[in-house]
């Protein structure tokens, strides 16, 4: 096995280096065993996503189209007509007060569809500069920690900032800080998470992150419905204001990654990081630090031998550019996550074209996250990770195409919840299957473009849904062709599950070459018994 390897397989002097204790061991010796506080804390980080999970659907209700009907005694007016946009004033009225959505507010009914759009797609514009922008620097400048924070604090102040826009154009241009913000809070939140407790703890810690997803998700329909004869602005105030609560309660009471800090070459901040970790678990460090200092020596080394400028903002994604290896991984990865985000992001866009109450129907999509969150859980406790993305993204497409032939009631509902359901799932497995395929010296900055991949798929998927009110397949019919073949995509990556990560790409590099010698020496063997 490639893990287990002891034969050299660099001859220059960082093979010799890869020979002394890894990050990931030497952590996990000084901490201990996982306690309670600290999956306590790392829960408490976890619940970020369910802020996260508001800001990405809050407009499903707060940009809706609302209702109309006639008004007065105006032949002009039908109930049987598409828009009321050639009907006179007066001929109509909202079912519901004007303050209830943006669309309404604003007389954005006849705009035209580049206007209405525009909010949603200023806040995903948002969400892939800031992915670009910012990733790296949780990497390289800030850390996990003081990213998390600044990415949660711009997301919740321009959300409130949001709450008293005057017009759509400063609406859309609020939405976009706080895409710009959110961009880095579901990265930032996983990668600390999970470098925070032991190897055994991380799919858990994972999984209660996307059930922490799932709560803010199924929190909208139930604010909304609260809400549903009252200003669309209650809803930016009822999530961000409790978002910027929470983010006090981050910075006091949560630490930075300590595997972090020992890459970047901070040992001291790392003991201190170790020792407050060790006493939450009830356990007190009395030995040396002594691996500790042999594990660090080895990182300055490698570091020594990199480039200088190794402080670059960007300079954390220029080893994954000249390794093949990283690149292929990176590609593959993306592939499949635009995939996945194309149906991920569209399907809960796409519930108003089933026929079927708003609230209601976000709330199925919503509650649907939960059965996926224990699969999640069941599928990367048991199951390789390639295989369960490949099924999974497989049975989501085949359920999305059955949803253009299915005829409008509860079956379609059932093939789409399935499809949803499925999507969800593979979502979360991707998610810890890219922090499993790199390193710690670039694991959020490539966490943070697989992220960008899958929101890439939400901005395609708003347009997929505007064209399928006419011809379904070009919502649900793309939406599964998509998932499912690029799905297959996976199958170009190597299998994580049940190994130790890797804290530099040299480190994975050697993995990489043993697991590439184990393949030829397998085929010379198999050549020699046929001959």
Not at 125 to 146: E, I, M, N, P, Q
Not at 511 to 525: F, G, H, P, Q, Y
């Amino acid at each position: 096995m490639a893990d287990t390897a002891t034969a050299p397989l660099l001859t220059n002097h960082r093979a010799k280096l890869a020979k002394g204790p890894s990050i990931d061991d030497t952590i996990e010796t000084y901490m201990g065993t996982t306690g309670a506080g600290q999956l306590l804390k790392a829960v408490l980080l976890a619940f970020a996503w369910a802020f996260d999970a508001q800001q990405v659907f809050i407009s499903v209700f707060t940009d809706a189209e609302p209702l109309w009907h006639c008004a007065g005694a105006d032949a002009s007016c039908s109930p049987a007509a598409a828009s009321p946009c050639a009907l006179p004033d007066g001929a109509w009225a909202w079912d519901r007060p004007a303050v209830t959505s943006v669309v309404s507010e604003w007389s954005l009914k006849c705009a035209g569809p580049a206007l209405v759009s525009l909010p949603a797609s200023s806040f995903f514009a948002g969400c892939l500069a800031g992915g670009f922008l910012l990733t790296t620097l949780a990497d390289s400048l800030l850390g996990r920690r003081k990213m998390l924070l600044t990415s949660i604090v711009t997301m919740s102040v321009g959300g409130v900032l949001t709450a008293f826009s005057p017009n759509v154009w400063a609406y859309a241009a609020l939405r976009f800080v706080s895409g710009f913000g959110r961009s880095t809070v579901g990265t930032c939140t996983m990668v600390l998470s999970t470098e925070l407790v032991g190897k055994k703890w991380r799919d858990t810690v994972c999984v209660a992150g996307f059930f922490c997803f799932t709560l803010g998700f199924l929190s909208l329909p139930a604010l909304a419905y609260t809400f549903r004869d009252a200003s669309w602005r209650n809803m930016y105030l009822w999530t961000s204001v409790p978002s910027l609560c929470y983010s006090i309660l981050i910075y006091l009471l949560v630490q930075e990654s300590p595997r972090w800090l020992l890459v970047r070459g901070r040992k001291q901040d790392a003991i201190e990081t170790l020792q407050q970790i060790a006493s939450l678990n009830g356990n007190s460090i009395t030995s040396s630090f002594s691996m500790l200092h042999a594990c660090t020596m080895q990182e300055d080394a490698a570091g020594e031998s990199g480039d200088s400028d190794s402080n670059s903002v960007f300079a954390t994604l220029r080893p994954m550019w000249e390794r093949p290896w990283a690149l292929r991984r990176l590609a593959a990865i993306m592939t499949v996550s635009f995939g996945v985000g194309t149906v991920y992001y569209g399907m809960p866009l796409n519930v108003g074209n089933l026929g079927s109450n708003l609230y209601l129907s976000v709330m199925y999509n919503a509650l649907a996250e939960l059965p996926s969150s224990i699969l999640s859980w069941l599928v990367m406790g048991r199951i390789n990770r390639r295989s369960s993305v490949i099924g999974l993204t497989a049975a989501a497409g085949l359920c999305s195409l059955a949803c253009v032939v299915i005829p409008q009631g509860a079956a379609r509902m059932a093939a789409e919840l399935v499809s949803f359901s499925a999507t969800c799932t593979a979502f979360n497995v991707i998610m810890m299957y890219s922090i499993e395929l790199f390193p710690t010296s670039v694991r959020n900055s490539a966490v943070g473009l697989v992220r960008q991949a899958l929101v890439l798929g939400g901005v395609a998927a708003p347009v997929l849904v505007v064209l399928g009110r006419d011809k379904s397949f070009l919502s649900f019919g793309v939406f599964g062709l998509l998932i499912g073949c690029f799905g297959m995509f996976a199958a170009c990556l190597p299998e994580t599950r049940g190994k130790a990560m890797s804290d530099t790409m040299d480190e994975e590099e050697q993995k990489e070459a043993a697991v590439a010698n184990c393949i030829v020496d397998d085929m010379d063997s198999t050549s020699g018994d046929l001959v």
